[in-house]
């Protein structure tokens, strides 16, 4: 059946990032991606924003959905290789993504549309493609 999810890790890791708190999620996302690359994916100027989230702030509106989903595809992809891999995934040209950046689709676009793309291209990363 196309688009099944068969692999329960990452069924685990999407249930993790819809339920567990921000700060659980942005503290994740900066000892895989960094602070500068989670503010960046976040649609923020300053890491002290970042370290806000990390105090329990509350994100802006649109960062949380962001930060969500950089979440479940840094940690899907952390699975499989080190961070530093993970993190050129994210700022480097993708050809899953007619050579855009997964970051800056993340940052700029909608997470529906252009987040879906970036999930997919993450999914494909994994199994090799």
């Given at each position: 059946?196309?688009?099944?999810?068969?692999?329960?890790?990452?069924?685990?890791?999407y249930r993790e990032s819809?339920?567990?708190?921000l700060k659980q999620i942005?503290?994740?996302?900066?000892?895989?991606?960094?602070?500068?690359?989670?503010?960046?994916?976040?649609?923020?100027?300053?890491?002290?924003?970042?370290?806000?989230?990390?105090?329990?702030?509350?994100?802006?509106?649109?960062?949380?959905?962001?930060?969500?989903?950089?979440?479940?595809?840094?940690?899907?992809?952390?699975?499989?290789?080190?961070?530093?891999?993970?993190?050129?995934?994210?700022?480097g040209l993708n050809p899953?993504?007619?050579?855009?950046?997964?970051?800056?689709?993340?940052?700029?676009?909608?997470?529906?549309?252009?987040?879906?793309?970036?999930?997919?291209?993450?999914?494909?990363?994994?199994?090799?493609?």
């Amino acid at each position: 059946m196309p688009g099944l999810v068969r692999d329960r890790a990452e069924v685990d890791t999407y249930r993790e990032s819809l339920g567990a708190p921000l700060k659980q999620i942005v503290r994740e996302l900066v000892d895989i991606l960094g602070k500068k690359l989670t503010a960046y994916i976040a649609g923020v100027k300053s890491v002290r924003t970042v370290d806000g989230w990390l105090d329990g702030k509350e994100a802006y509106k649109q960062a949380e959905p962001r930060l969500r989903l950089a979440f479940q595809i840094a940690k899907t992809l952390r699975a499989y290789d080190d961070r530093r891999v993970v993190q050129a995934w994210f700022v480097g040209l993708n050809p899953q993504l007619e050579d855009r950046v997964p970051a800056m689709l993340l940052r700029e676009g909608d997470t529906a549309v252009e987040g879906r793309l970036v999930l997919a291209a993450g999914r494909a990363f994994v199994a090799g493609g």
